[in-house]
């Protein structure tokens, strides 16, 4: 899969010549990068952010295991998640009814350990739940992408 990044250096000024504006000083690159195993080794784990706020751009096969992949423009930055079979939310302390934080394990299926992420209040929980599971029909839609 193949995406763009722009990128614009120095500042452009513009001038007013016989009623034409003009702009000095200005450097436009375009640069086509695809994406390939050694990329993806040096990306990160997508967070809540990154799957809320970049673009989902599939999901793909990596090692043994299905990823989402996520592009953030604002950062020029990939980041990838493990594609997960079910989320399962459980309080986090069993006897302390007062104390009101959620456990919510993302279970990857198969010998994998699940991801155990704290959320403090039923509104973060049910946001974040959301988030993921959002990501994760957004990478089914967009499908998969060979490397």
Partial sequence: M?????????????????????????????????????????????????????????????????????????????SIFPMFKEIEVKPKYKDNIENKTFLVEVKLGGNYLPLKYTCSNENDKTKFVETLNKAKHNAEIRGQFFL
Avoid: H
């Avoid at 050694?38 to 997508?46: D, G």
């Fill in 2 to 78: 193949e995406f763009c990044l722009f990128a614009v250096i120095g500042c452009p000024s513009i001038k007013m010549t016989n009623n034409l504006n003009t702009l000095n000083k200005m450097e436009v690159i375009l640069k086509k990068s695809k994406i390939t195993n050694s990329i993806l080794k040096q990306t990160l784990r997508s967070t809540e952010v990154d799957l809320n706020v970049g673009e989902i751009l599939g999901w793909c096969l990596f090692g043994k295991a299905k990823y989402i992949v996520c592009y953030r423009s604002d950062v020029k930055g990939l």
